[in-house]
């Protein structure tokens, strides 16, 4: 298994602003993912976080607005950029035993983020 | 059509009743499927894997159609504490990189 840290664990920004979410990974892994939930909806994946390269954003999401950094292998950084109401959500980071195919995830405890 | 399709509920039964979840993916190359457990304000966590044979975990039983591309969770006796929302999750992509696409999730209430 695997202990995330995720912070900060809740926030409530002004529009316009940009918050960065921080995840602690207490052991290496090659990829992390950072998700979103939406009010009353399910996870949907934002971008897979490989260290050593760039982010691989999923359909709908692009790095000018959720830029990521992966500066070691047990460590990321989801910064939600230029914010709106719409991105009022919760973001999780996650990740998988390294590289094993067909394994569960792991999830930090999530970031709740409300945009006034 | 989405990836992964559930039912949202939700399913409001008694405590000792026996409830069913359904789940269908559209991607034929998904290769391996799980039931998630999220309570409210958390975080998901994994209840169970879902084989081809079927798997049992005491009161909970995984069913996987391939063919059908469906995957069904079966919760017998139910507990208050089965009360939270059900995601089920498949994985494709290659090798060690796939990645997990979510349901939905299904909601169970269980009252006394």
């Known amino acids: 298994s695997a202990v995330i840290s995720q912070k900060p664990s809740r926030d409530i920004c002004q529009r316009g602003t940009s918050l960065t979410i921080q995840c602690q990974v207490d052991s290496q892994v090659t990829m992390m993912f950072w998700y979103r939930q939406q009010p009353g909806q399910s996870l949907t994946l934002i971008a897979t976080?490989?260290?050593?390269?760039?982010?691989?954003?999923e359909s709908g999401f692009v790095i000018d607005k959720f830029p990521i950094s992966r500066p070691n292998l047990t460590f990321s950084t989801l910064t939600v950029s230029n914010m709106s109401p719409e991105d009022s959500s919760i973001y999780l980071c996650?990740?998988?035993?390294?590289?094993?195919?067909?394994?569960?995830?792991?999830f930090g405890q999530g970031t709740r983020l409300t945009v006034v | 059509r989405k990836e992964v399709e559930q039912d949202p509920g939700p399913f409001n039964v008694p405590e000792g009743a026996t409830v069913a979840f359904n789940c269908t993916y559209s991607?034929?190359?998904?290769?391996?499927f799980f039931w998630y457990r999220q309570d409210c304000r958390k975080e998901p966590k994994l209840l169970m894997s879902?084989?081809?044979s079927g798997n049992e975990d005491g009161r909970f039983t995984a069913q996987l159609n391939r063919a059908s591309q469906y995957i069904s969770l079966l919760i017998r006796d139910s507990k208050l504490s089965d009360s939270a929302t059900y995601l089920c999750v498949v994985t494709f992509g290659p090798g060690g990189y796939n990645k997990l696409i979510f349901g939905a999730g299904t909601r169970l209430a269980v009252h006394p």
């Open positions: 879902v084989y081809s």
């Open positions: 991607n034929s190359a998904s290769q391996s």
């Open positions: 976080a490989n260290q050593g390269s760039e982010a691989t954003y």
């Open positions: 996650s990740v998988k035993q390294d590289l094993v195919p067909n394994t569960e995830a792991f």
